[in-house]
């Protein structure tokens, strides 16, 4: 298979990370080297738009389906309604997007900053976020899981993560010990009755 070689030094903002054979992200690159800004229903799904520039883009209601999405710029895109189910979204930067009602299920947010954003009603199941950036972000309103770390929707910082980690881990410690003490004084019939207050 020939590879085609890229000059660096020609690569601009707006040139994905691998080049283009599709002639639609060619023609979504043509337009973002205009100056066009407005995306809104437009249907992306499965394509590849690594490394594009879409800050402050209107894409409400876009179709991120399967898409790869590394390195591309959210910053303050409007992403209401937005379709990124199964998308890879390693490292993008979506600081400040608004991402109200978007569907995340499945999707890959692993090292991307989230910092300023809204989530509010956002579909979250299943979504991977290892060092994930969720400073000043706006949480869905379900429970949801952010790494090790359970936490409810809420505003919340890096500070109240660390703090909420503190807290889960101080419990399961307390739960350990007393599920220990138990076998130890009382023998496995009293670790069945502890266990199920514990439950309950």
């Known amino acids: 298979m020939k590879v085609s070689k890229i000059n660096l030094e020609k690569v601009s903002v707006f040139d994905p990370l691998i080049v283009p054979e599709n002639p639609r992200v060619q023609q979504l690159i043509n ?5 066009k800004r407005n995306f809104k229903d437009t249907d992306w799904a499965e394509l590849d738009l690594s490394g594009l520039d879409l800050s402050h883009a209107d894409l409400r209601n876009c179709n991120f389906f399967n898409c790869e999405l590394r390195c591309v710029n959210f910053t303050g895109a409007d992403l209401e ?3 990124f189910k199964g998308a890879n979204l ?8 608004d991402l109200t009602n978007a569907n995340l299920m499945d999707a890959d947010l692993c090292h991307v900053s989230l910092k300023g954003s809204i989530l509010k009603e956002a579909k979250f199941k299943r979504v991977k976020c290892y060092k994930t950036l969720l400073e000043k972000t706006q949480l869905p309103d379900e429970r949801i899981t952010v790494g090790k770390i359970r936490v409810a929707g809420e505003n919340v910082s890096s500070e109240d993560l660390e703090g909420k980690a503190k807290v889960s881990y101080q419990r399961y410690k307390k ?26």
């Open 90 to 97: 390693r490292t993008a930067n979506l600081t400040d997007a």
């Open 81 to 83: 309604g937005a379709n």
């Open 31 to 35: 337009d973002l080297k205009q100056g």
């Open 175 to 200: 739960i350990a010990i007393i599920l220990i003490a138990t076998v130890l004084f009382l023998g496995w019939q009293g670790l069945k009755f502890s266990i199920l207050f514990l439950l309950t």
